[in-house]
């Protein structure tokens, strides 16, 4: 069944999925039940990037670096704060939630657990079906026929409709929750650590299946992971972000020959090599410290307190995302 595509608002058809300009996320702190705020975790604090038609950007970093908030700005599961996110050539940020239906169609996500992320009431055919049915695709039987088809498109057999989320395993299960994205034909698939759950041989397989749907239907992630050895072959391009902030962005292959922020050194120095020789020449590069609060975070480079070359401009000024060549851009002090 090829469905037609989503029909929400366009403004010309560019190269470009995504544009995400200035984005902030800030989540208020009240004080008690009647206290006024007490401040505010910037959770995403002024991040810009785009996404073209069939690539995937890798958005990597540590845990609590607002990746996740990221991705659910994106969808427009959260409000924005400040910024603008436009899909398609229409600006999305601030519409209604009646405006917002129509794209909901071709946005889409995957979360992070494959545990908490599908209904224990539901069936498999419910649970992949019931996005086809909010958006009124297809008649009953036509939806049950699309099922069976999913099903085979994430490789699992057709008996499995039947049966409800519990009785899989955690691959099997985000396999379900990737069929049910993929019910309404989106456009745009925001990964969120779709694989960190998951047993390394399962990784793989998903990997390599998400390589696969791109290549078959055009599709474009966004994918969301801490440990950039997982986004190294996924992704066309790798933006990495540190408390709030996006510090470095490249092309794939560009970031692991050549990475710029200490930070990015950092992450990659952590990747184990398979060879022991060369793992035990290597240097590796360890942080101190803990990361910051996003509630307070540092004057200048967020980075400075861990980073063993901040100078006394690191504290004074923030680095702005400048041009080192080739699509390469980094947020540091230090020269390129």
């Known amino acids: 069944m090829a469905g037609q595509a989503g029909k929400g608002e366009r ?38 990037f785009h996404i073209i038609k069939g690539e995937t950007l890798g958005l990597v970093g540590e845990s609590g670096c607002g990746k996740t908030t990221t991705g659910r700005l994106v969808v427009r599961i959260y409000e924005p704060t400040a910024g603008s ?15 917002m239906f129509p794209f909901r169609r071709r946005m889409q996500m995957i979360f992070q657990d494959p545990y908490a992320s599908l209904n224990p009431r539901m069936t498999v055919e419910e649970i992949i079906g019931e996005p086809m049915e909010v958006h009124r695709i297809a008649s009953n039987s036509e939806r049950r026929e699309r099922v069976l088809e999913l099903l085979e498109l994430v ?3 057709p008996e499995h409709a039947t049966r409800f989320a519990h009785e899989f395993s955690g691959g099997q299960r985000q396999r379900i929750g990737l069929a049910r994205a993929l019910a309404v034909e989106p456009e745009l698939i925001v990964c969120d650590e779709p694989i960190s759950a998951l047993d390394v041989s399962i990784q793989a397989q998903i990997i390599n299946m998400l390589q696969d749907l791109q290549e078959r239907m055009g599709i474009t992630y966004l994918f969301i992971a801490h440990d950039l050895s ?17 510090v470095e962005l490249a ?6 020959d050549r990475p710029l922020h200490p930070y990015t050194r950092a992450l990659l120095s952590a990747i184990p090599i398979p060879d022991p020789a060369v ?58």
Do not use: W
């Open 279 to 336: 793992e035990a020449e290597r240097h590796r590069v360890v942080l101190q410290g803990d990361v910051p609060s996003p509630i307070n975070p540092p004057s200048g480079c967020r980075f400075r307190t861990r980073c063993g070359y901040a100078m006394k401009v690191c504290s004074e000024i923030e680095p702005e995302l400048r041009e080192a060549g080739g699509g390469h851009t980094v947020a540091c002090h230090l020269p390129v």
């Open 230 to 246: 997982m986004v190294k072959h996924l992704s066309n391009r790798v933006a990495v972000m540190y408390l709030g902030k996006i």
């Open 85 to 99: 996110i436009v899909f398609g050539g229409s600006d999305i940020t601030h519409i209604s939630e009646t405006r």
């Open 251 to 256: 092309p794939s292959l560009e970031l692991y």
């Open 155 to 157: 490789r699992l057999n």
């Open 11 to 48: 403004s010309g058809d560019t190269g470009v999925a995504l544009e995400v300009k200035d984005l902030k996320k800030h989540f208020s702190i009240h004080a008690g039940l009647l206290g006024g705020s007490r401040g505010a975790v910037k959770a995403v604090d002024g991040i810009s």
